[in-house]
C-alpha cells in the first residue's frame, strides 16, 4: 500500500497506466459499496434540506416578535416627563460642567501619554535589534 504522499507525487502518465492494466482486480463489492455511499450523501443532502425548510419561517417570527415588542414598550409604556433640572443656578451648573470637563481632559492626557510611550517601545526595540552588531 502506497502512502498519501507517494500517491500524490505520481505523475498523471503513471495514473494513466495504473488505471489502463487490466490485471489489478476490483474488489468484490465495490460497485455496490460506491453506490451505497452515493446513496448516503443523496439522502444526508435531502435531510438537509428539508431541514432548512422546516425552520425557513424562524427569522420571520423573531422579526414579528422584535417589532410587536418594541411597538409594545412606545405604545403601552407610560409618558415619560422632562428630567428636572438639578440646579437652579445656571452659573453652579456650568461650574459643574466645567469641572466635568476638566477631569475628562486629565484622564485623556494620561490615556495619551501612554498610548505615545507604547508606540514608541516597538520603534526603541526594532532600532535595538537593527543597529546590534553581530
Request: with cysteine.
Amino acid at each position: 500500500m502506497k502512502e498519501l504522499k507517494d500517491i500524490e507525487n505520481i505523475s498523471f502518465e503513471e495514473l494513466e497506466r495504473i488505471a489502463s492494466d487490466g490485471s489489478i482486480r476490483v474488489p468484490e463489492g465495490l460497485q455496490a459499496s460506491v453506490k451505497a455511499t452515493i446513496e448516503a450523501a443523496a439522502a444526508a443532502e435531502d435531510a438537509k434540506r428539508k431541514a432548512q425548510r422546516r425552520f425557513a419561517w424562524l427569522p420571520y417570527v423573531s422579526a414579528f416578535a422584535a417589532v410587536a415588542v418594541c411597538a409594545a414598550i412606545v405604545f403601552i409604556a407610560p409618558e415619560r416627563t422632562a428630567p428636572k433640572d438639578t440646579f437652579d443656578d445656571p452659573a453652579a451648573a456650568y461650574a459643574e460642567l466645567e469641572k466635568t470637563f476638566n477631569y475628562i481632559a486629565q484622564k485623556m492626557d494620561k490615556g495619551i501619554q501612554m498610548a505615545e510611550a507604547a508606540s514608541q517601545e516597538p520603534l526603541e526595540i526594532m532600532s535595538n535589534t537593527i543597529n546590534r552588531t553581530y
